[in-house]
T-cell receptor, first 113, second 116 residues
Framework: AQSVTQPDIHITVSEGASLELRCNYS??????LFWYVQSPGQGLQLLLK??????LVQGIKGFEAEFKRSQSSFNLRKPSVHWSDAAEYFC???????????FGKGTRLSVIA | SQTIHQWPATLVQPVGSPLSLECTVE??????LYWYRQAAGRGLQLLFY??????ISSEVPQNLSASRPQDRQFILSSKKLLLSDSGFYLC???????????????FGEGSRLTVL
């Protein structure tokens, strides 16, 4: 069965510093890949997605992610973090566009001044 | 544009009481519908999904059930709640099989259930 691993439960970064959140998946083929963000007590908002083409994808709020097939990874990056980026981030994968998403356990991001 | 509504937003229920959480989607037809549960430190767990009226797939054994009485309505129910049912429940939709989709889910705002 496909699985998603987000190795970092909690990350703290300074405002203005760069950010990388890690995501690894376990699946034989290239799955559909997603990053979502969740503010406390809210639903999830899609940041970006990858299913084919250019392996570096741009998302909303200045985020980007790079798909690396050899590492089975889809890490999320942002060059300069803002205090408003503090939230929980979830990586998700799906076998195809018509199968349910499987989510990682999330990484909580804290931003300090 | 498409919207998803989920209610109630907050619910406090005693053990053994029934549960009904409702979710409706507007602005699209034949969506795939999903119920996820989120517990602290455990990410999102898929509970049920539906690709059409009356078609429900259950992902985990539990005392919860789901129904889809109309194309854009998805209901999560329980006859007798357990303490372990406490959590944050999220409804979501995606483009259905008849439409082109890249699989992304669109989430409601969630329902916080506390069982005492």
């Amino acid at each position: 069965a496909q699985s998603v691993t987000q190795p970092d439960i909690h990350i703290t970064v300074s405002e203005g510093a760069s950010l990388e959140l890690r995501c690894n998946y376990s699946y034989g083929a290239t799955p559909y890949l997603f990053w979502y963000v969740q503010s406390p007590g809210q639903g999830l908002q899609l940041l970006l997605k990858y299913f084919s083409g250019d392996t570096l994808v741009q998302g909303i709020k200045g985020f980007e992610a790079e798909f690396k097939r050899s590492q089975s990874s889809f890490n999320l990056r942002k060059p300069s973090v803002h205090w408003s980026d503090a939230a929980e981030y979830f990586c998700a994968v799906a076998l195809s566009g018509n199968t349910p998403l499987v989510f990682g356990k999330g990484t909580r991001l804290s931003v300090i001044a | 544009s498409q919207t998803i509504h989920q209610w109630p937003a907050t619910l406090v229920q005693p053990v053994g009481s029934p549960l009904s959480l409702e979710c409706t989607v507007e602005g699209t037809s034949n969506p795939n519908l999903y119920w996820y549960r989120q517990a602290a430190g455990r990410g999102l767990q898929l509970l049920f999904y539906s690709v059409g009226i009356g078609q429900i797939s259950s992902e985990v054994p539990q005392n919860l059930s789901a129904s889809r009485p109309q194309d854009r309505q998805f209901i999560l129910s329980s006859k007798k709640l357990l303490l372990s049912d406490s959590g944050f429940y999220l409804c979501a939709w995606s483009t259905g099989l008849a439409g082109k989709t890249t699989g992304e889910l669109f989430f409601g705002e969630g329902s916080r259930l506390t069982v005492l």
